[in-house]
């Protein structure tokens, strides 16, 4: 046998070696690993499958789990945070309008209420629903309007924020000028966009009370990706109208 | 004369009188609003408060919306006025939001139970059930609920609005534990097939 045969069948051998080493390596991570593998994907698959249905039915699932008394459990399947039979909160309000002093109804909302509905078709934000308060479970359900704020209708501050993903994603579509609506049952105001803020998350100037009437909205920043960020982009509105509503009386 | 003088002095005086009355009995929501704003409560849980009186005004006679006020005030005098030469304020009424920022800082744990404590036990008096969230912190929630539904909420200042939200970022690391462990199955399938 010349040398080269030596060599040639000294590197098959090798050869073979390397692959017995390497198939074994892969059948360990197959059999041990694969299994792992598919249980991560069917648990992904069964988070993201039931996330929407659990936070719609957690509310009952602690209402009947809860140690309240039959007797004294009331029905909230509208709002968790108040009796679906919770009295409707009405009051006769005086505003100024064009410099005469008018009447009208007010009607107050409770804390996770739905509020009023938000429109900035210029910016493609169409019908976002507006609750009453900013708890994390209200702001998956839609903007929230900040408790320490003003009434809509009602003169300083109204603040509203929403999620970047969710309601508030093409609020960074919103440009100085731009038309926003903000409608209640009791009024309809029409303001218009006239500053673009980012601030700081731990900077309370501008969800803070006003001498003069606005709307401030506002959501997180990221420089124009998703997640999370300590910045917030803010639009400051002036209101340019007012529509006050006829309301009929409670029953 | 004389006579014309007295009748118009005791008629101006019960005028004056029956005025004062009026005046004195006519104690509304908004009083106790400002009593709060001069006792040197924070503005956002004044505004809390105004948000939760305005819709329920007329559930509180004016005798109680003073006893609303004689709380507030008893609150001022023992927490409020004591710590007002330390943050260089004159009066209660003068406090700016940063003084009032930094009286809250003076107080202990023990100061800021007892003021907790007082205005739960007031709210309980009219069937509002006051919750105090985030106590011991620089912006305490104050959450109240009348006949148990819930008026005002424990709102944080700036919200939450990104990923950074508890149940957002759940979903996102579902969403890559997906995409990972899918990528790994399919190359170990195709190594097996090599």
Redesign the interface.
């Known amino acids: 046998m010349s040398n080269s045969d030596t060599v040639k069948g000294a590197e098959q051998t090798a050869r073979v070696h390397k692959t017995t080493s390497s198939s074994r390596v892969?059948r360990t991570?197959?059999y041990v690993?694969?299994p792992f593998?598919?249980l991560?994907?069917l648990?992904?698959?069964g988070?993201?499958a039931l996330?929407k249905p659990y936070?719609e039915f957690i509310s009952n699932f602690n209402y009947v789990f809860s140690d309240v008394t039959p007797e004294t459990k009331?029905l909230r399947t509208l709002n968790k945070?108040?009796?679906d039979d919770?009295p409707i909160?009405m009051?006769e309000i005086e505003v100024e309008v064009n410099g005469k002093t008018e009447q009208h109804t007010m009607v107050?909302p409770?804390?996770?209420d739905y509020y009023a509905t938000l429109n900035c078709e210029a910016a493609g934000m169409k019908d976002i629903p507006v609750y009453s308060?900013?708890?994390?479970d209200i702001?998956?359900k839609g903007a929230?309007w900040?408790?320490?704020?003003s009434?809509i209708g009602k003169p300083g501050n109204v603040v509203i924020?929403?999620?970047?993903?969710t309601d508030?994603y093409y609020l960074p579509n919103c440009k100085v000028g731009d038309t926003v609506t903000l409608e209640t049952v009791y009024v309809k105001i029409t303001y218009e966009i006239t500053e673009r803020v980012i601030f700081h998350?731990?900077?309370?100037t501008y969800?803070?009370?006003t001498e003069d009437d606005r709307l401030t909205l506002?959501?997180?920043w990221?420089n124009g990706r998703?997640?999370?960020?300590e910045w917030?982009l803010c639009y400051i509105c002036k209101p340019t109208n007012y529509e006050w509503k006829e309301v009929p009386e409670a029953e | 004369m004389k006579l014309f003088k007295r009748i118009s002095a005791f008629t101006a005086a019960a005028v004056m009188a029956v005025s004062m009355a009026v005046v004195a009995s006519a104690t509304t929501y908004q009083d106790a609003v400002d009593a709060a704003k001069k006792a040197g409560v924070p503005?956002?849980?004044v505004?809390?408060l105004e948000?939760f009186l305005?819709?329920?005004?007329?559930k509180f006679t004016s005798a109680q919306y003073d006893e609303m006020i004689a709380e507030l005030n008893k609150i001022k005098d023992a927490y409020v006025v004591p710590h007002l030469s330390q943050v260089g304020a004159a009066s209660t009424e003068a406090l700016t939001?940063d003084q009032k920022k930094a009286i809250g800082k003076l107080w202990s744990n023990t100061e800021k139970d007892a003021i907790a404590n007082a205005l739960i036990a007031l709210g309980a008096k009219y069937n509002v059930t006051v919750t105090v969230k985030d106590l011991y912190t620089a912006a305490p929630s104050v959450?109240a609920?009348i006949?148990?539904?819930?008026?005002?909420?424990?709102?944080?200042?700036?919200?939450?609005?990104?990923?950074?939200?508890?149940?957002?970022?759940?979903?996102a690391a579902?969403?890559a534990?997906?995409a990972?462990?899918?990528t790994?199955?399919a190359i170990?399938a195709k190594?097996?097939r090599d």
């Open positions: 892969l991570f197959t690993l694969t593998l598919i991560c994907i648990c992904s698959i988070y993201l996330y936070n009331s945070y108040r009796d919770a909160q009051h107050y409770y804390y996770g308060g900013q708890a994390d702001l998956m929230g900040y408790n320490a704020s009434y924020a929403g999620h970047n993903h508030f998350e731990t900077d309370y969800v803070e009370p506002y959501t997180c990221n998703l997640g999370m960020s917030r | 503005e956002k849980n505004s809390e948000k305005e819709p329920n005004k007329d939001a959450t609920a006949n148990g539904n819930t008026q005002t909420g424990s709102d944080k200042p700036v919200a939450n609005t990104g990923a950074e939200s508890p149940a957002a970022g759940a979903a579902a969403v534990t997906l990972f462990a899918g790994a199955l170990t190594k097996n």
